[in-house]
């Protein structure tokens, strides 16, 4: 298999916090790891691309210093949205890709994490 | 820039009938065609996915047929169920990590 796992499923944050989100490779080594994030009936937004043991890769416009990606070991990867704003709500979905041992194009999605900032 | 064009935004279908989803991509560097079923509240799952050296693969009730002169895929998703109704998402990438994502397709499948 190739399960991708995301904590927490939902979080309701006030403004102006701080909300770490964990994405994590069950059962295989992921290299790198992906950020999306999806608002209500669009499609996914790549914000930035995470390699193990180096920077992330934003997007062009996804504040780095608001979306800290931190990518410690081949299994996990965070994202922690900083000082937090209504705006900031959406859906972030996590995906992970294969080192080795299978197919290495596929991204494997983690079941997303709902944000609401009050 | 818009670089993988998904259509129709919506579809409905009959319980037994053939769904089709289409796609169509610019970048010729891109090499793998996955399509993603999402349900509302989840994550996509991948569903099938092909490579620009056939030109069909099925699996199961799916099969992607590929254009690669035309850069266009498709998804057809036969003898479609209720179960089928999601959303569907072609994507296209290559080597480099640069997956992009169509708009999606909400199907639904009345019984």
């Known amino acids: 298999g190739a399960v991708v796992s995301q904590h927490p499923s939902r979080v309701i944050c006030k403004s102006g916090t701080s909300v770490k989100i964990e994405c994590r490779s069950l059962?295989?080594?992921?290299?790198?790891m992906f950020w999306y994030r999806q608002f209500p009936k669009q499609s996914l937004m790549l914000m930035a691309t995470s390699n193990e043991g180096s920077k992330a890769t934003y997007e062009q416009g996804v504040e780095k210093d608001k979306f800290l990606i931190n990518h410690a070991s081949l299994t996990l990867s965070t994202l922690t949205v900083t000082s937090a704003h209504p705006e900031d709500s959406s859906f972030y979905i996590c995906s992970a890709k294969r080192t080795s041992g299978g197919a290495t194009d596929t991204q494997y999605f983690g079941p997303g994490t709902r944000l609401t900032v009050l | 820039q818009q670089q993988v064009k998904q259509s129709p935004q919506s579809l409905i279908v009959q319980k037994g009938g053939i769904s089709i989803i289409n796609c169509a991509y610019e970048n010729t560097a891109f090499d793998y065609f996955p399509w993603y079923q999402q349900f509302p509240g989840k994550g996509p799952a991948l569903l099938i996915a092909?490579?620009?050296?056939?030109s069909e693969k099925k699996e199961g009730r799916f099969t992607i047929s590929f254009n690669k002169s035309a850069k266009q895929f498709s998804l057809h998703i036969m003898d479609s169920q209720p179960g089928d109704s999601a959303t569907y998402f072609c994507?296209?990438?290559?080597?480099?990590?640069?997956?992009?994502f169509g708009a999606g397709t909400r199907l639904t499948v009345k019984p």
């Open positions: 059962d295989f080594q992921a290299t790198t």
């Open positions: 994507a296209a990438s290559n080597n480099n990590n640069d997956m992009r």
């Open positions: 092909i490579r620009p050296d056939v």
